[in-house]
């Protein structure tokens, strides 16, 4: 398994952007495909995105497609969730997620969360 560090949580409002970092040890990251969830207060984790560990395919809900662009950087072993236009509902914890290939995520790594705070 990898070990997830996520950052660039904060307070922004509403309309800016954010860049959230996924920063990945442990293990040879270019093979694990990865997602970002997020919980909002007082809900339930949900998917957010993802990327393939080969070809790069991308997956969005359909609440953040268009505005959230999820990316990665094998060399750095860091994951990506740029978030653009952002609306006080995008508030949450953020947590990124790896899975070996094609695995599916409850089984997989876990970050442990950054705070994102949009203001209206």
């Known amino acids: 398994q990898v070990q997830l560090v996520e950052s660039g949580g904060g307070v922004v409002q509403a309309g800016g952007s954010l860049r959230l970092s996924c920063a990945a040890s442990g293990r040879t990251f270019s093979s694990y495909s990865m997602a970002w969830f997020r919980r909002p207060p007082g809900k339930e984790r949900h998917f957010v995105a993802s990327?393939?560990?080969?070809?790069?395919?991308?997956v969005y809900a359909d609440s953040v497609k268009g505005r959230f662009t999820v990316s990665r950087d094998n060399a750095k072993s860091t994951g990506y969730l740029q978030m653009n236009s952002v609306k006080p509902e995008d508030t949450a914890v953020y947590y990124c997620?790896?899975?070996?290939?094609?695995?599916?995520?409850?089984?997989?790594?876990w970050g442990q969360g950054t705070q994102v705070t949009v203001s209206s």
């Open positions: 990327i393939r560990w080969t070809g790069g395919i991308t």
């Open positions: 997620a790896a899975a070996y290939r094609d695995g599916t995520w409850e089984f997989g790594s």
